[in-house]
């Protein structure tokens, strides 16, 4: 496997992620909606939107890196996902992933080949765990699947200085591919800001089945 390229492709992925997700909302993004106290924008980057949602969990980062960046576990929080395999752990920044996604009605599943890199950026706790597509012989694609392409897809989480919750910012750019066309992602492409959500959730029945 071509380990510099992945490291290379998932390093431009933090970079994009981290740089998109700090920088100021005013004059760059268009206001979408506000859905689950998630505020959801878009930038319109050529026929392919991106898309940008910040909200609040109220769970310190340490909890929720755990089970933002375990590959295999998704499916348990996400309901978007199907399922994910870790291909290959470069090392503790790096590593080569595999997930699928449920199709909806008549569209099929898809799954993406994806460099990721999980790292901290600054000396405040904040984490960037940012994943890009990349095509590697050892990560085909599934029968069954359309293999789907992540220009970018990842989140930011930076801790809130007056409390223990955590502001957790979702970049996307991802075309399922298939024979949709792109004003139709465009319009679903919202949908992935909705991880902020469902890791509240799953962190909150976590705790509670603990209590």
């Known amino acids: 496997m071509q380990t510099s390229k992945v490291v290379q492709v998932a390093s431009e992925a933090l970079q994009d992620t981290a740089q998109l997700a700090l920088e100021n909302e005013e004059g760059n993004w268009e206001f979408l909606k506000l859905k689950n ?16 949602g910040v909200g609040k969990v109220s769970y310190p980062v340490e909890q929720i890196l ?21 291909m290959c752990e470069i090392d503790n920044v790096y590593s080569l992933v595999w997930w699928s996604f449920h199709g909806v009605l008549v569209i099929s599943d898809r799954d993406f080949s994806l460099a990721m890199a999980v790292k901290e950026i600054s000396e405040d706790g904040t ?27 990842g989140i930011l989480l930076k801790p809130c ?40 959730c799953y962190l909150e029945q976590k705790a509670r089945s603990i209590s």
């Open 37 to 52: 106290n998630i505020r959801i924008c878009r930038k319109k980057t050529g026929s392919l939107h991106t898309f940008r």
């Open 66 to 86: 755990p089970v933002a960046t375990c590959v295999e576990s998704r499916p348990s929080w996400d309901p978007l996902c199907k399922e994910g395999k870790l």
């Open 127 to 153: 984490f960037c765990i940012a994943t890009r597509s990349i095509e590697v012989a050892s990560c085909p694609s599934f029968s069954g699947y359309v293999r789907g392409h992540a220009n970018l897809a």
């Open 161 to 200: 200085n007056d409390s223990q919750d955590t502001l957790v910012t979702y970049i996307g750019n991802v075309d399922p591919k298939g024979l949709l066309p792109h004003w139709a992602v465009n319009i679903g492409g919202e949908k992935g800001a909705m991880c902020i959500h469902y890791l509240q």
